[in-house]
């Protein structure tokens, strides 16, 4: 086994992954039988076109499905992936949640949460596959504040989106008003839109909707004033 691993090593390097190599062992907690094994599974991050295609080649992605199709609460990850990739992960993470300072941060926010160590350890999986994918991506070694600072960018992104993105039509229809009722219960909930209505713009009510017979019948009106 260590003989197939240093052969495997020596090949890489004297082939064109040397710089990968390096890299790769750049990261805290990845040595090099498992940036060989990893670069001789996956044939390099050039097969992939994002990180999420890669975790989900390991096997790592989240799903919350049973065998029937049925959903669950709890999220497990597929197992469907390279078990080779998963199982030098699982060494790989044990050790950077001792040296890794992102990963070991991580890990104990996870565990600090109530989560189960083992839960907590697939996610440094995870995140140490997302450390590998960016130091291949960016052929430069691991930086642990070019990291944080990546985070900060990713983290301030995200919330301008939020606050930029506008208010649909779906959004500001009232949530209880999209349902086959009958008519009686239809009335009822356009009196409701008429207040909500009324309320938003100050204007007088309208006279409350009278029904005389159930009917199915099916309300889709919004707040003109949300719009």
């Known amino acids: 086994?260590?003989?197939?691993?240093?052969?495997?090593?020596?090949?890489?390097?004297?082939?064109?992954?040397?710089?990968?190599?390096?890299?790769?062992?750049?990261?805290?907690?990845?040595?090099?039988?498992?940036?060989?094994v990893f670069l001789a599974e996956t044939g390099g991050i050039e097969n992939f076109s994002s990180v999420k295609k890669l975790i989900s080649f390991a096997g790592l992605n989240p799903v919350n499905l049973n065998e029937s199709g049925d959903l669950i609460d709890n999220k497990h990850i597929s197992k469907h992936g390279n078990a080779h990739i998963r199982s030098i992960l699982h060494m790989a993470?044990?050790?950077?949640?001792?040296?890794?300072?992102?990963?070991?941060?991580?890990?104990?926010?996870?565990?600090?949460?109530?989560?189960?160590?083992?839960?907590?350890l697939v996610a440094v999986?995870?995140?140490?596959?997302?450390?590998?994918?960016?130091?291949?991506?960016t052929k430069k070694t691991y930086d642990p504040e070019r990291e944080a600072t990546r985070r900060q960018q990713a983290l301030k992104q995200q919330q301008n989106r939020s606050e930029q993105k506008p208010i649909t039509a779906k959004q500001t229809t009232l949530p209880f008003i999209h349902a086959p009722v009958s008519r009686i219960e239809a009335r009822k909930r356009k009196n409701?839109?008429?207040?909500?209505?009324?309320?938003?713009?100050?204007?007088k009510p309208q006279k409350p909707l009278r029904a005389n017979r159930p009917l199915i019948v099916q309300t889709t009106e919004t707040c003109q004033a949300c719009h």
């Open 1 to 36: 086994y260590a003989d197939a691993s240093k052969d495997l090593i020596r090949a890489l390097r004297s082939g064109n992954r040397a710089n990968q190599l390096d890299v790769l062992t750049s990261i805290p907690g990845i040595g090099e039988h498992t940036a060989a």
């Open 93 to 120: 993470a044990l050790s950077a949640v001792q040296h890794n300072k992102p990963c070991k941060e991580f890990y104990k926010k996870l565990c600090d949460r109530g989560k189960k160590g083992s839960v907590a």
């Open 125 to 137: 999986m995870v995140k140490l596959l997302r450390q590998m994918y960016a130091v291949l991506k």
């Open 192 to 203: 409701a839109v008429a207040q909500h209505t009324a309320q938003r713009t100050g204007a």
